[in-house]
C-alpha cells in the first residue's frame, strides 16, 4: 500500500513540473548595439543578466497589477526576446519582441539603469494587456503600460503630476495618472477594466465598474486637483 502511494505522489510532482513547465516563459535577449554608446552603456552599466532577470521580475508584477493569477486569463506567451539595437526613439513592442534603442540609453544623462527598468516595465505590460481586439484607444494602452511603471515606482522625473493634462486618453503619463485615480475609486479597477478589454472595448467599461462615464471621471479627476 505504502508503494502505491509512494507511485501515485510521484506521479502528482510530475504532473505538477509539467504544467509548470507548460506555462512557464522563456526569456532572452539579442545585444545587436555593436560598439555604439548605448551597447557600451548596456553592458557595463546594466548588463545581460540583469535585462533577463528584469524581464521575468516584470511579467511577474504584471500578473499581479492585472490579477492574472490562472493562466487562462492572460496571454499564452512562450518566449519574450528583447532586442538592443541602434535605432531612433525610446523603444517598442511587437510580436512578443521587445526592442530598446540603444542610441537612447547612450544618450541619457540620469541614472540609465532605472531608467532601462522603467522602460522594460512598460513595454513588458504591452506584451500582456488586452487591446481590446484593436478597438481601444491607443492613449489607453499607452496609459495601462505607463500606469504598471507608474506602481512599479519607475518613472522619471519628467512626467506631468496628477491632475494635469487636457485628456483622459491623451496616453502614456497623463492617463496613467488618471487610471491611478480611477483605481483609487475602486481597488482593481485597471484589471478589470485590462479583463473587459479581451473581448472587446467600449467607453460603457467605465460606467460598468465605477458608475460613471470616462468624461464624468475626467471632469472630477480635474477638479480633484484643481482643488
Known sequence: MAYTHL???SLLILSLAAIQRTHAVEYAVNDNAGNSGGGVRLRNEIGVDYSLQTLGSASSFIRKIFQQYNPA???YVQKVTLFIENGDGVAFAVNNEIHVNANYLGNYSGDVKRE????LYHE???IWQWNGKGQAPGGLIEGIADFVRLKANYIPSHWVQAGQGNRWDQGYDVTARFLDYCNSLRNGFVAMLNKKMRSGYSANYFVDLLGKT?????SDYKAKYRN
Open 124 to 126: 513588458m505590460a504591452h
Open 214 to 218: 470616462v468624461d464624468q471621471l475626467w
Open 7 to 9: 507511485f501515485f505522489l
Open 73 to 75: 486569463d492572460r496571454k
Open 116 to 119: 532601462f527598468t522603467g522602460v
